[in-house]
Each structure stands twice: as C-alpha cells, then as structure tokens.
C-alpha cells in the first residue's frame, strides 16, 4: 500500500482543510480496502465545520471478502462508526463490505461517487424496519399493486427511492417542478404532480384514484414538506406513514391517522444483525446493485458536478457544495 494521506478538519471552523500523511488503513473482518478514485461531497460535510468536531476510534467488525482489484463505490460511515479508517476524505478508505459494490467498466468513478449517500437514505426509507418495509428490489420484481409517493423526485435521494421502489414491485407518483415531468419518468415514476401547485395536494388525490398508498416518502426534509406529504397521505387510500429525511419533527404536524418516522442512511449497515431480512446493505449493495448497474438497469442521478482534484480540492468543493444545495459536488482523487 501506498502512503496514505488525508484531508483533516483539525479544529472547530479551521479552513482550509488540512492535507496530510496519516495512518495505513487495514481491514477488520466484514471490512475492505479501497483506494479512492472520486469521492462526493455531502451537505453534512460542509456543515461539520461550523459543528463541534470529533476524534475517532478504532472499531471492527466481521469479514466478508469483494475480490481484490474490483472497481466498487460504497458508503463511508465514520460520522456512525467514529472510527476514521472509515473516512473519505482520503487516499484509502476502509468500508463495511456489506456497503459497497461493484461497479462495471463502463461507469466511470465521478458518476459512481454519485450514489452511495442517496443510495444508503432511499434504502433505509422503503426497506428498514422503521421505513416502509416494502419488498426487496429484484431486476424483476413481483408486481404489489400498491403505489408509493415520493415527495421530491429529483434529489439524490428521490431519483433513488424512485428506481428502489419500481425494483421492489411498487408504482411511483413524485412530486417534482414540471420541467423535471419528464426526468422522474425516465427514472420510473408512473406519475409526476407539480409541487409548486397551489392544488398539488388535491392533485395527489386524484392521481392516487383507484391506488393504494405503500406509504410515502419526503426526500426533502423541511417542515414544509414533511406536512404537505402528511396532509396528502391523510386524503389517501392505504399506508397513512410518512418516513422523511428530516432531523426531528413534532407529532402535531401529523394528521389524525397518519404515522411518521425520520430515517438515516447508516441504519441500514446492519453486520450485526443475524436476521438477512434485517440487513438492508446487503440487500441492496450486494444483492441487487452489482446486477442492476452491469444490466444498465439502474440511473446514476443526479449528474455529478466535478470540483477538482486531490485532496486539496476538498476544501474548495465543500464550498461549492453549500452554494448549490442541489448539485452532487465530486472530486477527483
């Protein structure tokens, strides 16, 4: 292994990020290693600068080999491990085997870097325990009859609970602006409703005439949108739950009838659990992803902004990152 060096935030609110050398990383059992080709930049890690900043410990867990040399994405989860080999911002990245895949030649790793956080929250909204619990994605799926409602198709993750939830069996109706009808489809969605609408509740309603609801799902997070799609689950036919990507909300803001839940991506990392059912990362990175990306089956969405490259181009790509909220920032390595 090379040296590795990393991009360090050594204190509270120090800029520029600190590019230095730091320690090898090696595997602990159910862990590999790879060598970090893209990386993307989230909004919680430009936020993590203006928080309390953290050290790591080392943590390990069990094995499950990927064969040595395979291109593969995957999630890094120190902000849930506090363990720093699980970093990203780094040369190597020492990842949950269960949360990474493997990719085809023909996806390049900017494109790749794309998925892994959207990815991990979609899976946690519709396959957790505390999500929607829907049927496990398959390339092909056992129709269910039920519909699911995404509010805000054309996130990171909307465009992935869209195509998560086609693979799990599911119809989709999303709400997105009107001049993205036609990108929510081509990812899957049945229906798409206008959510600058004055009416889009209503509209909702009508569009799920004759369905019935699998639950729905608010990618966006606010308390304005987290409502909206409580109040359209309430006037809806099925599964009155809401699961959002909010960090907290208040039971008032639930209609009568209807349940809520806010989800994390981490939740679905799951090793320790000996119930397969359970184990959400595997489900999808290990079982579906791999085939739906080699059968072109699965959308990288949205296109990823590209920042720079090297680790010294993290600090700057953060920036950008909090100036275009709906971008997916990535930087070369």
Known sequence: MSINYAAFLVGHKRKPLWVGETEDRYPDENEIVVKNAAVAINQLDWKMQDMPWVMFNRRGQRR??????????GHALSFATEDERHAGFQNYTVLLSNMASPIPPSLSFESAAVLPLGLSTASAALFHEDGLMLPKPSLNPVKTSTTVL???????VGSNAIQLAVAAGCDVIVTASSKNF?????????WAVDYNDGSVIEKLKEAFRGRKLAGALDTIGREKTF???????????????????????????????????????????????????????????????PDALKAGKYRIAPDPLIAGKGLGAIQAALETSKR????????SI
């Open 227 to 289: 409502k909206q799609t409580a109040e359209a689950v309430s006037q809806i036919d099925g599964v009155k739950t809401v699961v959002s990507t909010i960090d907290d909300f208040e039971d008032s803001w639930l209609p009568p009838g209807v349940t809520g839940n806010a989800i994390l991506a981490v939740s679905i990392r799951g090793l320790e659990d000996e119930d397969e059912k359970k184990n959400v990362g595997r489900m999808v990175y290990e079982d579906f992803l």
């Open 64 to 73: 499950y080999p990927i064969p040595y040399g395979d291109r593969v994405l």
């Open 182 to 190: 036609e990108a929510v489809k081509r990812l899957g969605a049945d």
């Open 150 to 156: 995404i509010w805000g198709g054309t996130s990171s």
């Open 324 to 331: 275009t909220p709906g971008k997916k920032v990535v930087v």
